[in-house]
């Protein structure tokens, strides 16, 4: 059993800067971690994810923006958000995989734990 909790979130203007975080506890081992991120009326979508070597994946909305990394000291992982467009506003979780047969990639049906969110608001 794996639970993770988000922080961080909250509202900024465009172009600013922000970082999630999201500390996880329980089972030590967690093959792949990632972010997901939802806005309303819109589908949930896959933002980046890094497995436990330190490979990541990014969604081409976010590449060269956004930087997904962990302190495995601290059991957290982190999504440094930077250049924020009005289009990044959403509910960001952070989500954990523990299938260690499968890539570290951004499907969200390969993630069996979830966090509860944080809301990320981006105004122009």
């Known amino acids: 059993q794996v639970q993770l909790v988000e922080s961080g979130g909250g509202s900024v203007q465009t172009g600013g800067s922000l970082r999630l975080s999201c500390v996880a506890s329980?089972?030590?081992?967690?093959?792949?971690m990632g972010w997901f991120r939802q806005a309303p009326g819109k589908e949930r979508e896959g933002v980046a994810a890094?497995?436990?070597?330190?490979?990541?994946n990014y969604a081409d909305s976010v590449k060269g923006r956004f930087t997904i990394s962990q302190d495995n000291a601290k059991n957290t992982l982190y999504l440094q958000m930077n250049s924020l467009k009005s289009e990044d506003t959403a509910m960001y979780s952070c989500?954990?995989?523990?299938?260690?047969?499968?890539?570290?990639?951004?499907?969200?049906?390969?993630?069996?734990?979830w966090g509860q969110g944080t809301q990320v608001t981006v105004s122009s």
């Open positions: 989500a954990a995989e523990v299938k260690w047969w499968l890539p570290c990639l951004l499907f969200e049906s390969d993630f069996g734990y």
């Open positions: 329980g089972d030590t081992y967690r093959y792949c």
């Open positions: 890094i497995d436990s070597n330190g490979n990541t």
